[in-house]
């Protein structure tokens, strides 16, 4: 079954520009934008370059600079920017640092640029020393290459290889990327250890730049020829969540098939995404470790992928040794793997130390079945958590594995827990500092932690105002969505409040006028009744901010 009506209350706080004045507008039949030339050499940290809506060629952006905390901004104006090419990229940008690139500038598009067609090459490049760019709000499909690449590749110039250079804080987040032919999102180089490249006549190893810094959250990625997502050389401060990845590794390419890509060099804890009937294996671990994989929810990893033939295995969760450091550790913890082709979670790394597996509901992987059937060596048994090496360290404490996904206690219409489910208060005591589950609801509620991706709250529903986390800005409940929902929302200054409801495609589909409210903490509720079931994406405009994510309606049973 194909669980896929319950997900994401998670939003992202970005900005919306409504209130920004056009200083510079770029026409839609610019194509190159340099900051070193007229008019562009205007722009100054903490402005805004404006895009006029519209088709359009490429875009070839260079040479801007923010400052710490005062970025760039490139806003689109007036509707939604459309870039169709027969060149070999959608956007380019080379040498630029603290900008944020955004498609929030018009209410009647929840993405503001799009991408839908390059004849030959990627959709967006983020290089030539480009470092703390965000990109938000980006629809991209028909690309015969990549959705967006993150990353300066090191070259003879030596400008860029690892002692010269570090990308710093790079942000991708509320984009839908569709049917790209290799990854979704490519960040980072992937040949951490480096590659030997001839260099005025002599062969030189050169490493390639890390990456300090790394968010990848809230993003749509579906039929990917490759990888979802792809993160390699993010050696520090990364984490990928909250991501919603489907149909992945389509071209069923040798080591290029998973949901993510946690590729070498890498260390990011990555949490809370649903990764569902993808060819490859749900999430895949080639990093350094000293990270943790944590409250994701992955389904049919692998099963699609030959599946007349069970030695091409495809598991929900695979660790290897790949770049590991010495002595780190790996803990994967309360994740739902549902149906995987092969293993539910492949741990073979032996040079991690004290590593955890605690936790996960792991349910039907399928070489269960391919063992009971004369495949010797190990038990049946050992599909649900598979350790090749008796050599590698591994506590495995508190998971539920089961056959039959009914016997979990998983509510009918998605994996939320129901009262007298085998997984409450049964999770193992070291949660590795984890204190929220899928929902971003928070972990314990009562005196134990839950086994899978979900903490059992009876009276989740009931949020209230003292019940919020101090950094709260906006919530919207229950998700999923039968008739209506409420957005509970905090006013910091008088502003017009604006809720708009968009479907996957980023296409308005109702808008709610809330009014101009003075400070203060706010609860409207909305109904949605008319609306088909679905996955749905809102935006919550409150003055110059404003709050996305997504929510499911689904049909009173």
């Known amino acids: ?20 004045k056009p200083r510079i507008i770029v026409n839609t039949t610019t194509t190159l934008i340099d900051a070193t030339v007229a008019p562009y050499n ?34 689109n104006l007036n509707g939604a920017v459309i870039i169709d090419t027969d060149h070999h990229f959608g956007i380019s940008m080379v ?21 839908q067609r390059v ?13 703390d760019v965000e990109i938000d709000h980006f629809y991209i499909e028909n690309v015969p290459i990549g959705g967006i690449y993150a990353k300066t590749d090191p070259d003879c110039s030596f400008a860029s290889t690892r002692d010269k250079f570090t990308q710093y804080n790079t942000i991708i987040h509320d984009n839908n990327i569709v049917g790209v032919g290799n990854e979704g999102l490519y960040i980072g180089n992937s040949k951490y250890f480096g590659q030997v490249v001839n260099c005025n006549g002599v062969d030189t190893l050169l490493l390639p730049s890390l990456l300090n810094g790394v968010k990848i959250y809230n993003n ?20 990928i969540y909250d991501n919603l990845i489907m149909f992945d590794s389509q071209d069923e390419y040798f080591a290029q098939m998973s949901g993510i890509l946690l590729g070498g060099g890498s260390k990011c804890d990555c949490f809370n995404n649903y990764i569902t009937d993808g060819k490859g294996n749900g999430i895949e671990s080639h990093g350094l470790g ?31 040794d790949v770049s590991v450091q010495p002595d780190s550790s790996f803990y994967i913890l309360f994740n739902d793997i549902i149906n995987p082709k092969s293993d539910g979670i492949r741990f073979s790394s032996t040079h991690s130390r004290h590593n955890l597996i605690a936790s996960n509901a792991i349910i039907n992987p399928g070489n269960f079945e391919y063992y009971e059937h004369g495949h010797t060596g190990f038990k049946g048994i050992d599909s649900f958590v598979m350790i090749p090496n008796d ?34 208060d049964a999770a193992y005591t070291d949660h590795k500092g984890v204190t929220f589950d899928f929902y971003h609801h928070e972990r314990p509620f009562g005196g134990r932690y839950d086994i899978g991706a979900h903490e059992y709250n009876p009276a989740y529903l009931d949020i209230s105002e003292n019940k919020l986390p101090s950094a709260f800005k906006m919530t919207l409940y229950p998700n999923p969505v039968q008739e209506r929902f409420s957005i ?17 495609d980023g296409n308005p589909a109702e808008r709610s006028n809330l009014g101009n409210l003075e400070p203060g903490v706010y609860t409207k509720e909305i109904n949605v009744v008319n609306l088909p079931d679905g996955i749905y994406l809102y935006m919550l405009r409150v003055g110059n901010q404003s709050y996305s994510g997504r929510f499911v309606k689904i049909t009173r049973k």
């Open 42 to 75: 205007q722009i100054l940290p903490g402005d805004t370059l404006f895009f006029q809506a519209g088709l359009r060629e490429y875009l070839l952006i260079r040479n801007f600079h923010g400052e710490t905390g005062n970025p760039v901004v490139f806003l």
């Open 488 to 504: 509970h929302f905090q006013v910091n200054e008088q502003s017009a409040i604006m809720l708009d409801i968009y479907n996957l």
């Open 1 to 20: 079954m194909f669980f896929i009506s319950f997900i994401f209350g998670c939003y992202a706080l970005v900005f919306s520009g409504q209130d920004r």
């Open 391 to 424: 050599s590698s360290e591994v506590a495995i404490n508190n998971n539920y594995f089961s056959r039959t996904i009914d016997s979990a206690g998983f509510s009918p219409s998605n994996y939320s827990l129901q009262p007298g489910s085998p997984l409450i």
């Open 290 to 320: 000293g990270y943790r994989v944590f409250n994701n929810i992955i389904v049919n990893a692998g099963k699609t992928f030959k599946p007349s033939d069970s030695s091409q295995m495809k598991h929900g969760i695979y660790v290897t």
């Open 119 to 131: 004849e030959a090459g990627g959709a967006m490049g983020i290089g030539g020393l480009s470092s």
């Open 95 to 115: 040498n630029c640092q603290f900008i944020k690139f955004s498609g929030t500038g018009s209410a009647d598009h929840f993405y503001g640029f799009k991408i």
């Open 220 to 239: 749509i990625i579906s039929y990917s020829g490759w990888d979802g997502i792809q993160v390699s050389s993010a050696s520090s401060n990364c984490q």
